[in-house]
């Protein structure tokens, strides 16, 4: 199966700049996905297929993946961006793959 | 607007079966998509269970394949989700959603349904 790794947790001054990663083997031959998830409710996509962003997600939301590592940068943090945020791809065998999650924390 | 909203027994008992249903409103499942099951047990990260496109097209986590059956409806705009054989590894907040035009991300979700799994 194809495996994704997130760091447990990431801290951000309020109004700075979050990167939260999401590594994996060859990811950058992949489409990436991200959503953030608040306490007690459903995942929102946020990010599809590596930079693209739904309607409705700020602009502060962007993505960046090549080689290993995939990224979600969330520029002028703000205490409503604290949630859990997941990476996600689809593979050809092990169709979809969510990573372990991230928790972000905006101080 | 595409609204998802799953249901079922919020308690099954071990050993049993664990059966839900996603409403979809707001698109006709009969126009196409993939429509799949996600799962996340108590402080624990997101799990794909499987997805299904027609009747015949359903595909499954390999770690639960065994024991899930997806399938799909469209006189009646739902899908359903069974797990056989569950256990207390099984209790979770499962999700329903629809998957992109890609089909390899989930656009649309269901708010989740928590299932406990205990005598």
């Known amino acids: 199966s194809y495996e994704l790794t997130q760091p447990l947790s990431v801290s951000v001054a309020l109004g700075q700049t979050a990167r939260i990663t999401c590594g994996g083997s060859d990811i950058g031959s992949k489409s990436v996905h991200w959503y953030q998830q608040k306490p007690g409710q459903a995942p929102v996509l946020v990010i599809y297929?590596?930079?693209n962003r739904p309607s409705g997600i700020p602009e502060r939301f962007s993505g960046s993946n090549s080689g290993n590592t995939a990224t979600l940068t969330i520029t002028r943090a703000q205490v409503g961006d604290e949630a859990d945020y997941y990476c996600?791809?689809?593979?050809?065998?092990?169709?979809?793959?969510f990573g372990g999650g991230t928790n972000l924390t905006v101080l | 607007q595409v609204q998802l909203q799953e249901s079922g027994p919020g308690l099954v008992k071990p050993s049993e079966t664990l059966s839900l249903t996603c409403v979809v409103s707001?698109?006709?499942?009969?126009?196409?998509?993939?429509w799949g099951w996600i799962r996340q047990p108590p402080r624990k990260g997101l799990e794909w269970i499987g997805s299904?496109?027609?009747?015949?097209?359903?595909h499954y986590n390999p770690s639960l394949k065994s024991r899930v059956t997806v399938s799909v409806d469209t006189s009646k705009n739902q899908i359903s989700l069974k797990v056989t054989s569950v256990t207390a590894a099984d209790t979770a907040v499962y999700y329903c959603a629809r998957q992109g035009d890609g089909p390899d991300y989930f656009d649309y979700w269901g708010q989740g349904t928590l299932v406990t799994v205990s005598s």
């Open positions: 297929r590596d930079t």
């Open positions: 996600q791809v689809w593979d050809s065998t092990t169709r979809m793959a």
């Open positions: 707001g698109y006709f499942m009969s126009s196409g998509y993939y």
């Open positions: 299904i496109y027609d009747p015949g097209s359903a």
